[in-house]
């Protein structure tokens, strides 16, 4: 490997972790999101900060352009793929949280369901807009392709993202939402997988989440 191609795999590597880890970590606990307005406000700031700082890492760094992450014009023909798959993933979820959860016995963490339903409405629009295209940006668009990348493996970007999104929701919501954040991963990485179009995943993602807290 000469330095050009040890300066590549060691750029994508760091990529990759930061991506990982910064994408993981419960700043929602850590920064008490629900105690007052600026609370929230933080929390979100701190999301879309990681999300600005991994695209200017893209830019500066690779200097690739943001399409390499997915991030270019959806045609509109594809715009009901978004929509059907929206639903299809919704339909999904509700029928693991009716039906899956309880015959393991489980439930979704009451606390944190309740306190979303008692923040104001423009928070809880701005949280869903911020988590699909936050969490679509980091998990799927940059992680999948530059896991793919650097292990020159589909299967194996698709698994680790996957796994890691899974486990940062539930660090966030409890073992009860395994399931939830299992199934929405696996959905949303599918959707990525075959048409590599971020804007698909996060019209699909919102709608979801939409659903849920609006």
Known sequence: ???????????????????????????????????????????????????????????????????????????????????????????????????????????????NVSQIGNTPFWWRAISVVRAAASEEILFRGYAIERIQEFSKSKVAAAIITCVVFTLAHVGSWGWSHILVAGFGGIAFTVLYLWKRNLWLNVIAHFMVDAAAFL
């Open 1 to 111: 490997m000469n330095i050009l191609e040890s300066r590549r795999a060691a750029v994508l590597a760091a990529g990759i972790l930061f991506v990982l880890i910064a994408g993981s970590l419960p700043y929602g606990k850590w920064m008490d999101e629900f105690q007052s307005v600026t609370h929230l406000v933080f929390h979100e700031l701190i999301w879309w900060g990681i999300v600005f700082l991994v695209l200017a890492y893209v830019h500066f760094v690779e200097k690739r352009p943001l399409a390499s992450i997915g991030l270019f014009a959806p045609k509109w023909t594809d715009l009901p793929i978004a929509i059907v798959f929206g639903m299809v993933t919704l339909a999904g979820l509700i029928a693991i949280i009716n039906i899956g959860l309880p015959a393991f016995g489980l439930q979704l963490n009451g606390e």
